[in-house]
Every structure is written in structure tokens, then in C-alpha cells.
């Protein structure tokens, strides 16, 4: 049999491998949802270019049609994108778990660990109460806001410009050329590059929001099915937490992989209170602790978070705990443990302090 250190270095291994395929996978499934959402956008220019009043503008009179028309695209955008994420789902627990379980004797299967994620995935709760098939529904929700929004603005802006215009053409006066740019706004082509723009540009909510979560929810499948097939090897006590090389800024990460909370080492968790990911498109990763890496040292050095947060530099402060005024709580002593993750409305309701 393996040595430990050579058990170790497997896994290690073998981890950082299922990593870099995980990787990979995340950017091909990110980018079907950068496909799906040019599909859905080129519909609307198509619908758009279909209303155009014999010259080049939609009229208020086609709003109707369009909401009915923008609420089929939400349907669809739903299903496909619905579709998107429930296949990666499955396939991101098996890239956790495959090349891990063989390697702790535990004769688990990975179709049985993939069975168990999913099955953990689909009735998790996040803290915000949010379950995953509500996250997709607001992505598809929000893109048919915004879009309703964009391209009903730019009609009635384009039919309130053509107006003025016309006040102006009637009283024998040439029209402002600030009228005319804005009389453009109600034109098909140009709400079609709205509606394409607030869809697929890099910086836009809408496609921000769909990778985030799908990103994250992948990430959690993966998580959870690495560290439950990492928490089968007799030898592993917990799961240490590794800021990323490209951790932009200080946030409630650098508490969790620095703190030693539970007595096995800075950063160490038992693998069911590994609290990762820690939020949306986290760089973080993670790597297996064995037993005998936990020092006298480590068990006795044991510490709450406040306990951790009170020995770093106060301009850290604001950015573990989320914010200026959750961190002047803490230094004032009126921060209780509980409320590390708390939102500042719920602290200052306690304290009875504006928000």
C-alpha cells in the first residue's frame, strides 16, 4: 500500500487536475450561454426589423406585440438556458468526484456521488433563500425587464422627438438636430443594437447575471462532490481553503482561509463546514488535509472569527465584513458573532440606528 505522503500527492494531484478540467468546462458552458443569448437577440432584431412601419421605425402601436413577442423570447430563453445548466450540473459532480474516489478505497461509486450532489443541489437554499431553479427564473425574468425597458423607452422617446419635430416643421422653423438624433431612437435597427447590446456585451447585467450563475451553481456541483469524495479517505480530517494568486480584494475569503477555526490549522474545515464557495465567481480553490498535518499547535491555536479578525489591521476590517459600517460596529463592540455574514439593515434594525 501507498505510503501517506504518497496518498497525499495523489490526491493532491489529482485535485488541481480535476481543477483544471473544471476550468475548462465552466468557459465551454459560460460560453453556450453567450450563444443562447445572441440567438435570442438576433430573434428580436428580426421581430423588430418585421414591425418597422414601411420605413425604418417602430410606432407605439407595435408595443403590444412586442411585450407578447419579448415574453415568448423569456419562455424560451428559460427552457434553453434551464437546459444549459441542468446538463453541466451532473457533469460538474463527476469531474469532482471521478478521478478523487478511486483513490480513497471507499468503493463509492461516482455515479452514486453524482446521484447525491444532485440531489443536495436541487433542494439547497442559499442564504439569500433562493433555490436554483429560482436563480434561473430571475435571470430570464430580468433579461425580459430590462429588454421591455430598453426598447419600449426608445419608441416613446423616437414617437415624442417625431412630435416636437413635427411642431417645429409646422411653425416653418428647422428642426433641432437634437430632435433628429433623437427621433433615430424608435428606428429597428437601432433598437435591435439596444436589445443585442443589453444581451451580450461583456459589461451588461444580463449576461453578467447568467454566467454568474451557472458559473457559481457549477462550481457548487463540483465543490460539493470533490470534498464528499475527498471526505471518504480514512485519513482525510479537513479540507483547507487557498486564497487565489488573483484574489482581487480583501473580502470575507481572506477570513476563511486564514482563520483557524476549528482547531485543524489556518484555513481547515471539516469537510461538512467548508463554507465554499463563499460567493458568486470565487477564485478560491481547495486541497485535502490529512490527520497528520494537524500540529499541537493548530489544535491549541483554535479561535472564533471575531477572535482572528481583532489581530489583522483594522483597514481589513470593512472588507471581511462586507462594509464602513459593519466594521465601525465591530470596532465598537456591538457586532455579535452571529452577524458575521448579516446584512447592515438587519444589524442596525438591532441597534435601532438608520440603515
Not at 49 to 61: A, E, I, T
Not at 146 to 154: K, M, Q, T, Y
Not at 182 to 197: F, N, V
Request: charged share 15%.
Amino acid at each position: 500500500m501507498a505510503s501517506g505522503a504518497a496518498q497525499k500527492a495523489a490526491i493532491d494531484q489529482a485535485v488541481k487536475a480535476a481543477r483544471a478540467q473544471m476550468l475548462v468546462y465552466g468557459n465551454e458552458q459560460a460560453g453556450a450561454v453567450q450563444v443562447l443569448l445572441q440567438h435570442i437577440a438576433n430573434a428580436i432584431k428580426l421581430e423588430l426589423l418585421s414591425l418597422q412601419d414601411g420605413g425604418r421605425d417602430v410606432l407605439p402601436g407595435q408595443i403590444p406585440t412586442l411585450r407578447a413577442f419579448l415574453s415568448g423570447q423569456a419562455d424560451q430563453l428559460l427552457q434553453q438556458y434551464r437546459g444549459i445548466v441542468y446538463a453541466a450540473l451532473p457533469e460538474s459532480a463527476r469531474l469532482g468526484a471521478a478521478g478523487i474516489l478511486p483513490l480513497t478505497g471507499s468503493g463509492i461509486s461516482v455515479d452514486a456521488m453524482v446521484t447525491q450532489t444532485m440531489a443536495w443541489l436541487t433542494s439547497f437554499r442559499a442564504a439569500d433563500g433562493l433555490q436554483l431553479s429560482d436563480r434561473l427564473w430571475r435571470v430570464a425574468s430580468s433579461a425580459q425587464t430590462e429588454l421591455r425597458s430598453v426598447i419600449e423607452n426608445g419608441i416613446v422617446r423616437g414617437q415624442s422627438s417625431y412630435q416636437a419635430a413635427l411642431e417645429y416643421i409646422q411653425q416653418g422653423k428647422p428642426v433641432p438636430a437634437v430632435l433628429d438624433l433623437s427621433m433615430q431612437a424608435r428606428r429597428a435597427a437601432k433598437l435591435a443594437e439596444k436589445a443585442e447590446a443589453l444581451l451580450v456585451n461583456p459589461d451588461g447585467d444580463v449576461l453578467y447575471a447568467a454566467h454568474r450563475v451557472v458559473r457559481t451553481e457549477m462550481n457548487r456541483a463540483y465543490v460539493e462532490s470533490n470534498v464528499a469524495s475527498l471526505a471518504q479517505h480514512p485519513d482525510v480530517i479537513g479540507i483547507r481553503y487557498l486564497l487565489s494568486p488573483l484574489h482581487p480584494k480583501t473580502d470575507i475569503c481572506d477570513l476563511y482561509a486564514r482563520a483557524n477555526l476549528y482547531g485543524l490549522g489556518p484555513g481547515v474545515y471539516p469537510p461538512s463546514e467548508l463554507p465554499y464557495p463563499a460567493h458568486p465567481n470565487t477564485l478560491c480553490t481547495i486541497e485535502a488535509v490529512f490527520i497528520d498535518e494537524v500540529t499541537d499547535a493548530d489544535r491549541a491555536g483554535k479561535q472564533t472569527a471575531f477572535e482572528w479578525l481583532a489581530t489583522q489591521p483594522a483597514d481589513m476590517h470593512a472588507g471581511v465584513l462586507g462594509g464602513q459600517k459593519k466594521a465601525a460596529a465591530f470596532a465598537a463592540g456591538q457586532l455579535h458573532e452571529s452577524e458575521l455574514l448579516a446584512p447592515w439593515s438587519q444589524i442596525s434594525a438591532r441597534l435601532g440606528i438608520a440603515a
